[in-house]
């Protein structure tokens, strides 16, 4: 029960402003499971899989080379209507229409430095986990103060 996941990634100009356990710390504040976490440099493949749906767009070649510039932080998060959540805790796309208190709003101002990245539905958080992750680099388990988070 509550066991909707969904894929969060610090991209690399949140790693380099420090701004990880920030965001981390946000949505385990806010009462979701961290199911998965770890960094790495991506490679063109994996990006360009991630990105597919965006493929034919004119900045797609400049947003691929700049995830690719520097370690990002992927992370697995579990609980309630987290995928839907996650977008609102992110903010929108464009830093400049996203309300202070998201993540965007608060730490960035243009869309190709937006910090970080939300899966946008549950089939896409699932495609993504997939992607990211092997099945035994996320955990299953139960979160002891599950019964002081939902009632
Ligand atoms: P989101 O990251 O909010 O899901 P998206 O999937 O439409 O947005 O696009 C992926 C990323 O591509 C986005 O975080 C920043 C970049 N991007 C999107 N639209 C852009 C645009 N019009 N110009 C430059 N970069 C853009
Ligand atoms: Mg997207």
Same mark, same amino acid.
């Given at each position: 029960?509550?066991a ?5 990634? *610090? @991209? !690399? $100009? %949140?790693v380099?402003?420090?701004? *990880? ?7 385990? /504040?806010? =009462? ?5 976490? /770890? ?11 991630h990105? =597919? ?5 004119? &900045? &797609? !070649?400049g947003?691929?080379? &700049?995830?690719?510039?520097?370690p990002v932080v992927?992370m697995?998060?579990? +609980? /309630?209507? *987290?995928v839907?959540? =996650?977008?609102?805790?992110? %903010?929108?796309?464009? !830093?400049?229409?996203?309300? !202070? +208190?998201?993540i ?5 101002i243009?869309m ?10 549950v ?6 986990? @997939?992607?990211? &992750?092997?099945? $035994?680099? *996320?955990?299953?388990?139960k979160?002891?103060?599950y ?5």
């Amino acid at each position: 029960k509550n066991a909707e996941r969904t894929y969060i990634m *610090v @991209k !690399p $100009d %949140g790693v380099q402003r420090g701004l *990880v356990g920030n965001i981390i710390s946000r949505f385990e /504040k806010r =009462g979701y499971q961290l199911c998965g976490l /770890k960094m790495r440099t991506a490679s063109r493949e994996l990006l360009e899989e991630h990105y =597919g749906d965006l493929k034919s767009k004119p &900045f &797609f !070649p400049g947003l691929v080379n &700049f995830m690719m510039s520097g370690p990002v932080v992927s992370m697995v998060w579990q +609980g /309630k209507d *987290v995928v839907k959540q =996650g977008r609102s805790m992110l %903010g929108e796309t464009d !830093p400049l229409k996203s309300k !202070p +208190g998201s993540i965007r709003g608060d730490f960035c101002i243009d869309m190709g430095k937006n910090v970080c990245h939300g899966s946008d539905s549950v089939d896409t958080a699932n495609e993504e986990i @997939k992607m990211w &992750f092997k099945d $035994d680099e *996320v955990m299953d388990y139960k979160l002891t103060a599950y019964k002081d988070i939902y009632e």
